[in-house]
């Protein structure tokens, strides 16, 4: 069984430039997560689909964050403009829905702003 | 605010001998509880689920999970240089949370040859 696919691995950029990553769940897996994770501290949700709604964004800088996961499969996620401080790992996560919850991680992929 | 908290370590442990690791939780509704192990640059591996009063054991995997006193253990018996990472400790909220996972901060093991 494939794991969940992200690209791209890395990437380098300016502030105030834009950037996107791309996440493909687990086949058949119903939830998809976007997590933030900074050096030394745990993965910080950003965003919870379901198919393709989303179930919670509240910690989704929204100013400068988008996601969508139009047909309920893949799902991007853009940063408009990027800060210095969006430098981190951004993790996406897969789970079947209820309430088990195991979730399971892409390589992710490690943003650095200049 | 719902909280995970773990001791940041790192945790010093010699080959061969049984690493221990903990996790308390604050939300007193959360049904699951998981162990996952992150290497340096890597993302998390889900190692152990935990979700009934008890011991649930994979391999030299032991997960130990006592709700009363909202405390979740890992315990990694015969350790192997190999397990050197950070070990994360995830529980989902109560009801009404959308099951999602509130994670703790990790703590870093060492394993020394």
Not at chain 2, 14 to 39: H, K, M, V
Not at chain 2, 43 to 48: A, H, T
Not at chain 2, 59 to 83: C, E, H, M, W
Request: charged share 20%; glycine share 8%; with cysteine.
């Amino acid at each position: 069984e494939a794991g969940v696919a992200q690209s791209p691995r890395y990437k380098i950029i300016e502030k105030r430039q834009s950037v996107a990553f791309w996440c493909n769940p687990i086949s058949g897996h119903a939830t998809l997560y976007w997590y933030q994770q900074i050096l030394g501290q745990g993965p910080k949700l950003l965003i919870q689909f379901q198919n393709n709604g989303v179930v919670d964004d509240s910690q989704l800088p929204k100013d400068r964050f988008s996601a969508e996961r139009l047909k309920g499969v893949d799902s991007t996620l853009k940063i408009q403009p990027a800060k210095l401080e969006d430098s981190a790992v951004y993790l996406c996560a897969s789970s079947v829905q209820g309430l088990l919850n195991e979730q399971f991680f892409g390589p992710g992929t490690r943003l650095t702003v200049l | 605010q719902k909280e995970v908290e773990q001791n940041s370590g790192p945790l010093s442990v010699p080959e061969g001998a049984i690493a221990s690791l903990n996790c308390t939780y604050s939300d007193r509704g959360s049904q699951s509880f998981f162990w996952y192990r992150q290497y340096s640059g890597k993302s998390p591996e889900l190692i152990m689920s935990i979700y009934s009063n008890g011991d649930k054991e994979d391999g030299r995997f032991t997960a130990q999970l006592n709700k009363a006193s909202q405390y979740v253990s890992l315990l990694i018996r015969d350790s192997q240089p190999s397990d050197s990472a950070t070990y994360l400790c995830a529980v989902t909220g109560s009801a009404g949370s959308n099951y999602q996972l509130i994670w703790g901060a990790g703590t870093k093991l060492i394993i020394k040859p």
